[in-house]
T-cell receptor, first 111, second 118 residues
Framework: SQQGEEDPQALSIQEGENATMNCSYKTSINNLQWYRQNSGRGLVHLIL?????REKHSGRLRVTLDTSKKSSSLLITASRAADTASYFC???????????FGTGTRLTVIP | EAGVAQSPRYKIIEKRQSVAFWCNPI?????LYWYQQILGQGPKLLIQ????????DSQLPKDRFSAERLKGVDSTLKIQPAKLEDSAVYLCASRPTVPRDRGSNEQFFGPGTRLTVL
């Protein structure tokens, strides 16, 4: 079963705007990761945040984690058309050997 | 470094036929995963290998799916016989033995094989 759920399921914005995606999960985690998937391609790792971290930045990406609410958000600033893709959160669950992926957010950035 | 290779990229078969997918992970990656991704959903783990041993196959429908990694390098996933609901993208991923981010479970994905069962 899916570990996490992202919302919104789909998001459409204009180029230059910021995009925010949210992820909720159910169990204790070691870390949470965000991946991007372009249409017809595999997933690409974007950023990882550990369970003892609250915020992390990487370029135009900002991720937050609230373990008390079991939720995370991914912010993409100054979006570009090339950011159009599906974004998935994945949890590295305590005691497990693998990742559990959410349902994904489909982001469309309109030039 | 070369990425995770998968073949074929696309496959169309009729139900009850058999199909096999091949994956070659990044050189030196001991851990290999097979995921099933149904349209509109996130990837779901089917099986995880550590070298040539199975770590987790709890989500693998063993009545029709099988996978092997005989020499601990490349891997094959087979479906026999296929059902309509097996239509999906099958993703292979690998993980380095020593992650660049300590404690990370970052995985590297191949492009996937899109299977259509008619």
């Amino acid at each position: 079963s899916q570990q996490g759920e992202e919302d919104p399921q789909a998001l459409s914005i204009q180029e230059g705007e910021n995009a925010t995606m949210n992820c909720s999960y159910k169990t204790s985690i070691n870390n949470l990761q965000w991946y991007r998937q372009n249409s017809g391609r595999g997933l690409v790792h974007l950023i990882l945040i550990r369970s003892n971290e609250r915020e992390k930045h990487s370029g135009r990406l900002r991720v937050t984690l609230d373990t008390s609410k079991k939720s995370s958000s991914l912010l993409i600033t100054a979006s570009r058309a090339a950011d159009t893709a599906s974004y998935f959160c994945a949890t590295d669950r305590t005691g497990a050997n693998n990742l559990f992926f959410g349902t994904g957010t489909r982001l469309t950035v309109i030039p | 470094e070369a990425g995770v290779a998968q073949s074929p990229r696309y496959k169309i078969i009729e139900k009850r036929q058999s199909v096999a997918f091949w994956c070659n992970p990044i050189s030196g990656h001991a851990t290999l995963y097979w995921y099933q991704q149904i349209l509109g959903q996130g990837p779901k783990l089917l099986i995880q290998f550590q070298n040539n041993g199975v770590v987790d196959d709890s989500q693998l429908p063993k009545d029709r799916f099988s996978a092997e990694r005989l020499k601990g390098v490349d891997s094959t996933l087979k479906i026999q016989p296929a059902k309509l609901e097996d239509s999906a993208v099958y993703l292979c991923a690998s993980r380095p033995t020593v992650p660049r981010d300590r404690g990370s479970n970052e995985q590297f994905f191949g492009p996937g094989t899109r299977l259509t069962v008619l």
